[in-house]
């Protein structure tokens, strides 16, 4: 019987995380998962989608507005949601969507502290993937994902970067109790910024196989 095995990517925005996701998915024939999760937790639960991505990857009342804000604001609260679920309840909802698939199939996870819920599991390769703040600013300039860029400057792409990975920092360690981006909360830390992509990949790869949890 094949083992199943799992890998977590925790990222700085913009470091290149979700692109080496979907390279492991292709290479090994495995479903990614990363903002899926919140229809597939609004679907087990019966509740709004738009609940789910309110409190997703943050916690606080205040968040960036601009090419990072999302829908934001209308269903939360400082301490919880206008539904009247708690983000802990909330957390829990997609936590068991995260060992749903996890009992089912292979996967690779992409945040959503996807390490600490599958912390447990014995196959399982958390790796956290960080760049240079002008490497994520030029690949999220590429993909086309700050609206209105020529707005900005650079100095002021990089601050609105540090904001929002202080947002996935706070809801890491809020949900975890470990510290995001620290190497002690995860196996592998990569620097995108000095491996490249694809070598990110290939180190990733190169663990899965010595640890012989593929063949």
Not at 52 to 60: K, L, P, S, T, V
Not at 68 to 94: A, H, N, P, V
Not at 165 to 185: H, I, L, P, V
Request: aromatic residues 12%.
């Amino acid at each position: 019987m094949e083992t199943k095995f799992y890998i977590t990517i925790g990222r700085q925005k913009g470091a290149g995380g979700l692109e080496i996701a979907k390279r492991l998915s292709e290479e090994f024939g495995i479903p990614f998962y990363d903002k899926q999760l919140l229809d597939i937790a609004a679907k087990e639960s019966g509740l709004s989608k738009e609940i789910f991505a309110n409190i997703d990857e943050r916690r606080g009342s205040k968040f960036i507005s601009g090419f990072f804000s999302g829908i934001m604001g209308s269903l939360y609260t400082e301490y919880g949601t206008s539904s009247g679920i708690s983000r802990e309840e909330l957390f829990r909802i997609q936590s068991e969507c995260i060992q749903h698939i996890a009992n089912r199939e292979s996967a690779i996870f992409v945040g959503r502290c996807a390490d600490y819920i599958l912390r447990e599991r014995n196959a399982c390769l958390n790796v956290f993937i960080t760049a240079t703040g002008e490497d994520r600013v030029e690949r999220l300039l590429e993909c086309n994902k700050i609206p209105d860029a020529e707005r900005y400057s650079m100095e002021e792409m990089l601050d609105l970067l540090e904001k929002s990975d202080s947002k996935r920092e706070t809801y890491y360690n809020y949900f975890t109790y470990k510290q995001w981006g620290a190497s002690a909360s995860y196996d592998l830390c990569l620097n995108s910024s000095l491996f490249g992509i694809e070598g990110c990949v290939k180190i990733i790869k190169d663990v899965l196989y010595s640890k012989g949890w593929i063949k």
